[in-house]
């Protein structure tokens, strides 16, 4: 199976991304072009990997996070924001 890195953008609150099933995210960070808080996942790139929707949440410090976490991501700066990014609970497959 190949794999490849792929980054996607997110913006604060809620963020529903498409990505192939199984997709591991490995980072968040500032797009080095746009400045968009993006996070980079490992996918695989085989044509016929199911999709699937992940729900990722994007929380300034000290925000409730008024969803089930199911997995920290991480957290990106932007100047003097921190931004914390999290998986919630229950992946939809498409």
Known sequence: ?????WKYPITHGINE???????EFLYV?????SGEICVWALVSIDPNH?????RIYLA??????????QKYIGTATDGIFFWHVFEIKGRVKK
């Open 1 to 5: 199976m190949t794999s490849a890195v």
């Open 17 to 23: 991304v498409e990505v192939p099933a199984g997709a």
């Open 29 to 33: 960070g500032l797009d080095q072009k």
């Open 50 to 54: 199911v999709k699937e929707e992940v």
């Open 60 to 69: 300034g410090t000290g925000e409730e996070l008024p969803f089930r976490i």
